[in-house]
């Protein structure tokens, strides 16, 4: 199939074609049913159910090619964003709260230096030059990369090789456990940035209402994430200490319940979507302020 002439009529969504991010960037897409079948070795899938080209893209290009408008769409990491000065080129839609990292200055875990500050003048190496320049710069207080007295270097991989190779006195990379430098012998003295993946737009899309729609749908999966839907009876009375407790992301749901004699108090049932993390605790919290029946139910997908 011809697919470069199928493309026009397409969104164009870049998305990581290997490592960290890609796995996870699967599973969101086939939650906002983007669905695709990806060929071996091809760059390029089209979508079987909407208007929408999945380009396989390094992490690292992804920031470009929709800052420049050649893609709608991008999943990339915040610290590509930032490495490749593409913040303000681009929409930045959504922390899809994945691919969580920190970049970090790391020195040798059993040598003298302890601050940044006595890195000045020193060599680093990184995959990130712009934005351990831009930390340099800031910290020797110059303006321009080239009055810098540190010297920043670039390498492809492999980082945390460089320090026992005698090739720098610190390193500037990406560290989530913590395991790779502690393996390399490094300790950390700084973190550069906190990153993690997020859903980025370019300002002008070809195709804003389908940039809108699937937004919402990412959207939709983060709340379904993070939220799962409570419901529960109770007493009209106690309403205002219940809904403290839970108050819902706008606002609770209130229906009243059929009495069953006249002399039976007003009763009302209550959904609500509360966070994941809190449900025990908040249905603790409704048992001893009198709320009976309490339910907890998983959100499958949602629109917020
Ligand atoms: N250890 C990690 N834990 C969590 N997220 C990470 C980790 N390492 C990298 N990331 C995130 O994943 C993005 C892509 O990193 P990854 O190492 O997968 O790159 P890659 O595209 O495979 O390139 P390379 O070939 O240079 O390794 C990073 O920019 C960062 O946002
Ligand atoms: O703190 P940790 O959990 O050990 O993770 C950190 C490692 O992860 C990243 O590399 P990755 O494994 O993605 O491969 P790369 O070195 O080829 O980029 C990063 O560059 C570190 O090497």
């Known amino acids: 199939m011809d697919l470069v002439n199928h493309l ?39 979508s079987t159910n909407l208007p929408v080209a999945l380009i396989f893209l390094p992490a690292a290009d992804i920031p470009i090619f929709v800052g420049e408008g050649n893609c709608d769409l991008g999943i990339t990491g915040l610290d590509q964003i930032k490495e490749a000065d593409m913040l303000k080129d681009i929409e930045d839609l959504l922390d899809l709260q994945f691919g969580s990292c920190k970049l970090q200055i790391q020195v040798p875990a059993e040598g003298d230096i302890t601050t940044p500050d006595q890195l000045i003048g020193k060599k680093i190496v990184s995959s990130f030059t712009k934005l351990s320049s831009d930390y340099f710069q800031s910290l020797e207080n110059v303006s321009t990369a080239s009055e810098l007295k540190t010297n920043i270097r670039y390498v492809g991989g492999s980082v945390e090789a460089s320090c026992a190779l005698g090739v720098a006195d610190a390193i500037v990379d990406l560290v989530e456990s913590g395991e790779t430098m502690k393996a390399a012998g490094l300790k950390p ?58 108050p819902g992301r706008r606002a609770a749901t209130i229906s009243a319940l059929e009495k069953r004699s006249e002399e039976e108090e007003d009763w009302v049932a209550v959904s609500t979507m509360v966070e994941k993390k809190r449900t025990s605790d908040i249905m603790d919290q409704l048992k001893k302020a009198g709320a009976t029946d309490i339910l907890c139910f998983e959100i499958k997908n949602c629109r917020v």
């Open 189 to 246: 003295i700084e973190t550069v940035l906190t990153t993690s993946a997020h859903l980025i737009s370019s300002k002008n899309p070809k195709f804003p209402e389908l940039v809108q729609i699937i937004h919402q749908r990412f959207e939709g999966i983060m709340a379904a994430q993070r939220y799962t839907l409570c419901e529960y009876n109770a007493p009209r009375s106690i309403l205002p200490t219940v809904l403290k407790i839970t």
């Open 8 to 46: 026009p009529d397409r969104l164009l969504f870049a998305v990581p074609k290997k490592g960290r991010l890609y796995e996870k960037c699967c599973e969101l897409l086939s939650g906002a049913d983007i669905q695709f079948r990806r060929s071996n070795r091809l760059d390029i899938a089209l």
